[in-house]
């Protein structure tokens, strides 16, 4: 599937990152909710949600992140977007980093929505925390019962 290879093994599985993407969803989903255990809808929601460029643009436009609780080991990175002061993610996080690169390669109309977007519109760390914000909003929809 063309994933990027881990620095421990070299090889990384069918589940990257979907996997980690089911385990943010589990750590901000509403209290009473169950997520369930579906990599595959996890798969299929995000390669819908990049599915056409116009949609995708309009909604990281549009992606309200102040209310957003993102998993706790994102806290440590603050966006140096004052606006977004209170929100985290870092793109010089090695994780976020090698996320972002796999849905750069495997997703292109998200490609060009970042080229659009970034620096023109939003900074970059502005930018990945709208979309994985996103996708964690659409997860969250789709598995939580």
């Not at 943010?24 to 299929?44: E, F, H, L, N, T």
């Not at 949609?55 to 998993?71: H, K």
Request: charged residues 20%; glycine residues 4%.
């Amino acid at each position: 599937m063309g994933n990027t290879p881990s620095d421990t093994t070299g090889v990384i599985d069918d589940e990257f990152p979907w996997f980690h993407m089911l385990q943010w969803a589990g750590q901000v989903v509403p209290s009473g909710k169950v997520v369930r255990y579906d990599i595959d809808a996890v798969r299929i929601t995000t390669q819908k949600l990049c599915s056409n460029e116009i949609e995708l643009f309009e909604q990281i436009s549009t992606e309200d992140i102040s209310d957003l609780q993102l998993p706790t080991f994102l806290d440590e990175f603050p966006l140096t977007d004052e606006t977004y002061s209170d929100t985290t993610v870092d793109m010089g996080n090695p994780t976020m980093l090698e996320f972002a690169t796999f849905f750069i390669n495997q997703m292109p109309i998200l490609s060009q929505v970042r080229y659009r977007m970034v620096p023109r519109i939003i900074s970059e760390d502005v930018f990945w925390h709208k979309f994985f914000s996103l996708i964690l909003r659409h997860i969250i929809q789709t598995l939580a019962s």
